[in-house]
C-alpha cells in the first residue's frame, strides 16, 4: 500500500509540469499529458482498492501524509532537473510494484492470501465481473503496472535520444 501512495505521484508530477511548459510555448504535448495524469488517476485508483482491503490505520495514513510529501518535492526537482532521470526512475518503480504484484499472486495462488471478493470500487473501475475476487484485481494491477513500466522507460528514451515526448505519440487509453 506504501508504494501505491506514491506511485501516483510521478504521473501527477510528469502532467502538471508538461501542462505549463505546454501553456507556456503555446503548443500541444503529443498526449503526453493525458498519458501520465491517466497513469496517476490509474496509481490513485490502485491505492483507493487496497485502502478497501487493508483499512489503514490513522498512523498508516499519517506515514502516507508524510512520505508522499517528501517523495512528491524530490520527484518534482528530479523532473525539472532531468525528467530523462525522473522517467527512467519511475520505470523501476514500476519493476518493484510489478514483482511485488507477482509474489501477492503467488501467494493468492498458494492459500497464503484469502482470495475474497473484490472491493465494489475495484469492480466497477476495472469493469469486473460482479463475481470478481481479489486475485482478479491483482491481475488487473499487475498489467495496468507494466503498462506504466513501459511508458515511463519509453518517455526516457526518447529523452536519451535527444527528443522531446512531443515528438512522439503517448500510448494512451489503456484503461
Known amino acids: 500500500m506504501m508504494l501505491e501512495t506514491v506511485a501516483a505521484v510521478p504521473g501527477m508530477v510528469g502532467g502538471l509540469l508538461l501542462h505549463c511548459k505546454s501553456l507556456r510555448r503555446f503548443e500541444h504535448s503529443g498526449g503526453w499529458i493525458k498519458a501520465l495524469l491517466e497513469e496517476s488517476e490509474n496509481e490513485r485508483m490502485h491505492l483507493m482498492t487496497f485502502m478497501e482491503v487493508a483499512k489503514p490505520k490513522w498512523y498508516e495514513r499519517a506515514l502516507v501524509f508524510i512520505v508522499q510529501g517528501i517523495f512528491f518535492n524530490a520527484y518534482f526537482l528530479a523532473y525539472v532537473t532531468s525528467p530523462k532521470l525522473a522517467h527512467r526512475i519511475t520505470g523501476y518503480l514500476e519493476e518493484e510494484a510489478i514483482y511485488s504484484y507477482t509474489k501477492f499472486l503467488k501467494d493468492l495462488n498458494e492459500g497464503k492470501i484469502e482470495n475474497r471478493p473484490a472491493p465494489a470500487i475495484a469492480i466497477d473501475y476495472w469493469r469486473l465481473p460482479p463475481d470478481a475476487m481479489r486475485r482478479d484485481v491483482v491481475v488487473v494491477v499487475k498489467a495496468d503496472e507494466a503498462h506504466h513500466h513501459d511508458v515511463n522507460h519509453?518517455?526516457?528514451?526518447?529523452?536519451?535520444?535527444?527528443?522531446?515526448?512531443?515528438?512522439?505519440?503517448?500510448?494512451?487509453?489503456?484503461?
Request: charged fraction near 20%; proline fraction near 9%.
Open 154 to 175: 519509453f518517455a526516457s528514451d526518447i529523452h536519451q535520444q535527444g527528443h522531446e515526448l512531443k515528438e512522439h505519440p503517448a500510448p494512451i487509453g489503456y484503461h
